[in-house]
């Protein structure tokens, strides 16, 4: 019996990965308080990552997609029923074991989401490269700005040591200025393709 369903798996993903981060934060340092906007920020990487991972998804088991889809758009869209179909995926139980099968789990919601926009459907469209390509791509980066957010990088003061480098706040911002000049331009090329 599943006790979880994919809304309930998203949640708990993001409640999760944003209290993992915050138990990194260290003791007895001035990063100790967490404010609203470090919160946000942590919550909108870890939602990114999520989405990442299911980009990935996208990618890997676009056969899947395209043969769900054509069973999805033969029940729901004679009607123009597809919000009927984003409720039953967003309610649709999830066993244990299947929690991360991007096969079986995770893929129908690229199928479902193509009731919309079927390009994410096809493995030769401009939408399926971008997100396969974006999820591979900005994993690293989500995870690196968090951890820049939690640790005390005051401890990591050697110059010789790596660690001081990559979390230093001038590349940190670089890395974090480059992923969401990315994400915004990948959106941008993605509003104005759905208007052509």
């Known amino acids: 019996m599943a006790l979880l369903n994919v809304a309930s798996v998203i949640a708990i993903f ?3 990965s944003t209290y993992a981060f915050l138990s990194l934060l260290p003791t007895n340092t001035a990063k100790t308080s967490v404010s609203p906007l470090t919160l946000s920020l942590l919550f909108f990487n870890n939602l990114n990552i999520f989405i990442a991972m299911c980009e990935i998804v996208l990618g890997l088991n676009i056969l899947t997609i395209q043969q769900d889809y054509k069973r999805l758009h ?4 004679p009607g123009n029923h597809e919000w009927s179909a984003c409720v039953k995926f967003l309610t649709m139980p999830i066993p244990l074991s299947q929690l991360c099968s991007g096969k079986h789990t995770w ?10 926009d079927p390009s994410y459907q096809n493995h030769e469209s401009f939408g399926f490269f971008i997100d396969f390509g974006n999820g591979l791509s900005t994993i690293p980066p989500s995870i690196l700005m968090n951890l820049a957010m939690v640790l005390d990088t005051t401890r990591y003061t050697d110059s010789d040591s790596w660690s001081s480098t990559v979390l230093s706040p001038l590349f940190v911002g670089c890395v974090g200025l480059a992923m969401y000049w990315q994400l915004e331009t990948i959106e941008i090329l993605y509003k104005v393709e759905i208007l052509l």
Do not use: H, V
């Open 14 to 16: 993001l409640l999760a």
């Open 74 to 77: 033969a029940k729901y869209s």
């Open 107 to 116: 893929s129908k919601m690229w199928s479902t989401y193509s009731l919309y």
